[in-house]
Nanobody, 117 residues
Framework: QVQLVESGGGLVQPGGSLRLSCAASGSTFSIYAMGWYRQAPGKQRELVARITRGGGTNYADSVKGRFTISRDNAKNTVALQMNSLKPEDTAVYYC???????????WGQGTQVTVSQ
């Protein structure tokens, strides 16, 4: 089992920045990729960014050039630096860990990001 705890959400004005962090604990040796998803009201959960243990990354087109995902394998943490935030980035952001033996992966509890004047 893996437990994920997120932090760093909040309210920010358009054009501002936020940094989300996620700490993994438990059977972290089984994790091969971590990522961030988001879900806005009335919409499906979508991938924002993902990073593998080896450092490979992929991003949603809507956040490329604005968001950066990073990972510290030694500390079992993943961060999402979000710059130039837009109102359409408003959503609940969830940390996800993909792990061997866990078909559905593991999810954090979610953290609210609101971009508004």
């Amino acid at each position: 089992q893996v437990q994920l705890v997120e932090s760093g959400g909040g309210l920010v004005q358009p054009g501002g920045s936020l940094r989300l962090s996620c700490a993994a604990s438990g059977s972290t040796f089984s994790i091969y990729a971590m990522g961030w998803y988001r879900q806005a009201p009335g919409k499906q959960r979508e991938l924002v960014a993902r990073i593998t243990r080896g450092g490979g990354t992929n991003y949603a087109d809507s956040v490329k050039g604005r968001f950066t995902i990073s990972r510290d394998n030694a500390k079992n943490t993943v961060a999402l630096q979000m710059n130039s935030l837009k109102p359409e980035d408003t959503a609940v952001y969830y940390c996800n860990a993909q792990a061997f033996g866990a078909k559905e992966g593991y999810w954090g509890q979610g953290t609210q990001v609101t971009v508004s004047q």
